[in-house]
């Protein structure tokens, strides 16, 4: 019963270092986002996949770069770190639009010095 | 483009009264609305949503939203508020009528305290 797994919780990175934080759901659902939350901005949306094989840009896509590795897997990159990708990444995925609601993983805490 | 207000940062409510989280949005046709509760340090969590039908929805907790079309609004509702119900509340919108109708756009969020 894992839902939406994240991983890792928590990264620090200096300016100009890359990673990739993984995201895995387990509910056969087609549709996958990532978002970033800051104080006073919500939950913006940097990318989101449709269905296997599919990537859209959201709000704030700058900086970032995405993969639908498979209908499970939606992993977010970054290539090259800045300070003002300071923030918390959630990623979640959609039921269907007959009982429809997003499952949310627990957030990356990501700090860039 | 579909965009979601959250007018209030903030709103205070003793315990045992009634409650409102207003929530305003935008779209180009139809919309799927959406409440969703944070509490700290936890991701996001479903409260209610809106699709079609009855302007009035019920979800869990004791949380009701009303639909208003001509208002453009869904503010979320409780009549008798507990110390528990202390989070933050993002509403969300999902535009059946755009381009990139699989789009999920959050408000701000309103942070929600109830005292004692």
């Known amino acids: 019963n894992a839902g939406v797994t994240q991983t890792p919780k928590f990264q620090v990175l200096k300016t100009g270092q890359s990673m990739t934080l993984q995201c895995a759901q387990d509910?056969?659902?087609?549709?996958m986002y990532w978002y970033r939350q800051d104080p006073g901005m919500g939950l913006r949306l940097i990318y989101y996949?449709?269905?296997?094989?599919?990537?859209d840009k959201g709000e704030v896509p700058n900086g970032y770069n995405v993969s639908r590795l498979n209908k499970r897997e939606f992993s977010l990159r970054l290539e090259s770190a800045a300070p003002s990708q300071t923030s918390v990444y959630f990623c979640a995925s959609r039921t269907g639009t007959t009982n429809e609601k997003l499952f949310f993983g627990s957030g990356t805490q990501l700090s860039v010095l | 483009a579909q965009s979601v207000a959250q007018p209030e940062d903030q709103v205070n409510v003793a315990e045992g009264n009634p409650l409102t989280v207003k929530c305003t949005y935008s779209v180009s046709g139809n919309p799927y609305l959406f409440w969703y509760v944070q509490y700290p340090n936890r991701g996001l969590q479903f409260l209610l949503k809106y699709i079609t039908g009855d302007n009035l929805v019920k979800g869990s907790y004791g949380f009701e939203a009303e639909f208003n079309k001509s208002q453009t609004s869904f503010h979320l509702k409780k009549p008798s508020a507990l110390v528990s119900d202390s989070a933050l509340y993002f509403c969300a919108v999902r535009d059946l009528g755009s381009g990139g109708y699989q789009k999920v756009t959050f408000g701000t969020g309103t942070k929600l305290q109830v005292i004692p």
């Open positions: 509910m056969n659902h087609n549709s």
């Open positions: 996949s449709a269905s296997e094989g599919t990537t």
